[in-house]
Every structure is written in C-alpha cells, then in structure tokens.
C-alpha cells in the first residue's frame, strides 16, 4: 500500500482526494492536513508521497518544507514559475534523500492533458492562435495554470516550426485582447456555474480548429492524481516533473 499524506485536506480538492485515496485498493491515507497545520507530522517513516493541493500563495513553501523533511511531493496547486520551479531543483539538489521527486501538474484531467498535448501537434499548421480559459468564480488565479502551459507549448511548436508572431492589427485595447504569454493571446472568464474548461483556437485563411476539454466535476481529476501518485512513488522519477503527460505514452 502506499501511503499518502493530503495537504490541503479541506479544501475544493483535496477532500477529493483524501476521498479517491480512501477509495482506491493500493493507497491508504496517513495524514490529512489543512491550513495551521504542523506540516513536520509528515516523515518518511509515515508518509511515501504527499498530494499538496492549497493555494499558489502558500503552494511553494509547503513543498520546500516537504522536500527538506525528505517526502516525495505530487502538487496540484497552480501558479508555478521558472523561478519557483527553480527554488525546488535547489532544494531537491540538497534535499536529505537521494532520488526524492516533486511531481507539478498544470492539470490532472486526462481531457485537459490531451488537448494541451493536441495543441502543440497542430500549432504549427495554423496561422493564428489563441487561448480561452472558462472556470467558476472562487479560481483565485488568472489565466489558469493549465491555459498558461498550454500558450506556452503552443509558441513554443510555432518557434520550432519557424512560424512568426500571429497576425494582429489591433491599435486599441483596454486589456480585452487577454494576457499574452510567449506572443500568444491568453483570456480567462470566471462564471458561476462553470467548474474547468479550455479552448484553444487555430485559424487560417477559410478554416478554424477548435479544440476544447471540460471537466463538469472535480472528480475528473482523481484518476490523474491517483496515476501521479503511483508513478512518484515507484522512484523512478528524481528531481522536478512537470506535467501529467509525463505518465502518459504520448
């Protein structure tokens, strides 16, 4: 069995995945942790992998934390930066277990992983491109980890094609044009009534792609994490991972 400790037990997440972890026939719960809670409970001794699912504010020194107290880390918090990203490198470099893993995922919804993967394949065919990000209003963070991972695969396909920057003629904008992330147009709507979605649009002259992945419930993701959690926990992933397609034989 292996045994995973939930930080951010409380939350919109992670009550699901103490739920999927409580479920599931290899994994058993050892800790269920929230906010104001002594994350050093959490050792090598009682915990194989940790799911940390908080907010992007505190996301970064909880697994820091976790990497010094020598646990494997799968993190669902979005808002992760090179520079943040490179402050665990550091921290798994000098960390007190050779071969310990931070597994970081834009999101753990198969559909999601998928049309982020389907974007790249086409981005280079396309003239034009751009990113929409639909969720529920309580998200605190805009555009959302996985459209912003996505805006960046997408320029990145277009750069490694030879593509220049998309053609836009716009003089005038107020910030309705969205966040541009690499050259590539990133907007975010917040909605009562929505849980997770994306599109990502590709035109040329006569002809427009669309390709578009719902999650209408949060249990959509536990497959994901539960699949993230398994991997990790072989040891066969050292270092800092980012991204579900990782696990995934794409």
Do not use: C
């Not at 050892?30 to 940790?50: F, K, R």
């Not at 040891?235 to 995934?248: E, K, R």
């Amino acid at each position: 069995m292996i045994k995973v400790s939930v930080v951010g037990a409380k939350g919109r997440m992670g009550s699901h995945v103490v739920d999927a972890v409580n479920n599931a026939d290899d994994t058993e719960l050892a800790l269920a942790l929230d906010a104001g809670d002594d994350l050093s409970q959490i050792t090598p001794e009682n915990t194989d992998v940790v799911v940390e699912f908080t907010v992007p504010s505190v996301s970064l020194d909880n697994v820091l934390a976790l990497v010094a107290q020598g646990v494997d880390v799968v993190v669902g918090t979005t808002g992760w930066t090179e520079e943040k990203l490179d402050q665990v490198r550091a921290a798994l470099a000098a960390a007190p277990r050779e071969g310990q893993s931070v597994f970081i995922a834009p999101n753990f919804a198969i559909s999601a992983v998928l049309a982020d993967y389907f974007a790249k394949v086409a981005a280079p065919y396309f003239e034009s491109a751009e990113v929409i990000e639909l969720h529920h209003p309580n998200k605190v963070d805009a555009p959302s980890g996985t459209a912003f991972h996505t805006a960046q695969g997408i320029a990145a396909a277009r750069k490694a094609a030879g593509l220049g920057p998309v053609p836009d003629a716009t003089e005038t904008d107020g910030g309705s044009r969205g966040q541009v992330v690499d050259g590539i147009h990133v907007h975010a709507v917040r909605l009562r009534g929505l849980n997770a979605h994306e599109e990502a649009l590709f035109g040329n002259d006569g002809e427009q792609l669309t390709i578009r992945a719902d999650s209408f419930d949060r249990i959509s993701f536990m497959p994901g994490v539960l699949l993230a959690v398994r991997k990790v926990a072989t040891g066969s992933y050292p270092g800092v991972t980012v991204g579900l397609d990782n696990f995934l034989d794409l």
